[in-house]
Structures are given as structure tokens and as C-alpha cells.
């Protein structure tokens, strides 16, 4: 949780996700990796927009493959969109993110879409089902059930 693509956040730099994978794939090797990140890249001190998460997304790929000894399938999962409401955004949004990214995070999907077929892998809307709780960010414990079994359904698809 809390983790960029690639960014460094001033406010909690452990959480640069291309940082942490490398170790996290050579200790594991899995068979299947699934990639949902991009709601944090949308705080407002990193660049903006959402094609840098693309080419984010785009380099973790890469480490992936480029540190597993076996060629795991990658989904890429495009994250639950952020719902700020004007009672509690200031009091749980408004530190990191702006108004601005609610909009930002409708125009991730696409984005995640677009990159994972030009990288061969699996793509995963989860942002059309999922629902945050009140503080407009986080998922509900019942979308996070949701998530696992939707996810596994897709899995077991694939044979």
C-alpha cells in the first residue's frame, strides 16, 4: 500500500515500487505477477498526468522480466477511482492529492489498457467495480473481497 510506479515520495520514500521489486520477484519467482499501482502517482507533487504512470507501469514490467529466472504472466489491474467527497477530502485527501485528481484517476484505466498491450501482458479493470470508503482513496473491506475473487476468476481462466 502507499506505493508509486517510480516515484520517489518526499513524504514516504521506502514506497517507490521500482525500487522494492526487484528483491520482491528474486525472492518469490512467481508464476503470475499482478501490478495494481497508479493512485499514487496522482498526488499532486509529481508530475502530472497520467502517462507517466504508463511509462511507470512500463518499467515495471521490464524489472519483472528482467529479474525472474522464469517468465511470469503480468497483469496489469487498473486501481479503484479516487471519489473525494467535500466533507472529508480535506481531512484525508487534501495533504497529497488535489481536486483535480478524482478526474486523473478516470483517465488511469485507458492508460493501463494501452500499456499493457503494448507490452504483452494482461490487463484487469478493477476500476469499474471497485467502491472506496469515505475518506475517498482506500478500498472497502467488501471491494476488497470483490477484487480477490474477480481476480482469481480471471486466473483460473486462463488455464
Known amino acids: 500500500g502507499g506505493r508509486t510506479t517510480v516515484f520517489d515520495d518526499p513524504e514516504k520514500p521506502w514506497c517507490n515500487g521500482s525500487k522494492y521489486l526487484p528483491a520482491c520477484i528474486e525472492s518469490h519467482y512467481p508464476d503470475i505477477v499482478l501490478i495494481m499501482l497508479g493512485t499514487n502517482d496522482l498526488k499532486f507533487y509529481f508530475p502530472p498526468g497520467v502517462e507517466k504512470t504508463g511509462e511507470g507501469l512500463a518499467e515495471l514490467v521490464r524489472i519483472v522480466r528482467e529479474c525472474s529466472l522464469n517468465e511470469p504472466m503480468i497483469m496489469l489491474v487498473a486501481p479503484a477511482l479516487i471519489s473525494p467527497d467535500e466533507e472529508n477530502f480535506a481531512q484525508f485527501l487534501g495533504v497529497e492529492f488535489d481536486y483535480e485528481a478524482g478526474e486523473l484517476s478516470r483517465r488511469l484505466a485507458p492508460v493501463i489498457e494501452a500499456t499493457a498491450d503494448s507490452l504483452d501482458c494482461y490487463y484487469f479493470n478493477a476500476a469499474g467495480f471497485l467502491k472506496v470508503g469515505p475518506d475517498g482513496l482506500h478500498l ?18 486462463w488455464g
Do not use: D, K, M, N
Open 140 to 157: 472497502t473491506a467488501e471491494s476488497h473481497r470483490e477484487l480477490g475473487l474477480r481476480v482469481g476468476q480471471t486466473i483460473r481462466a
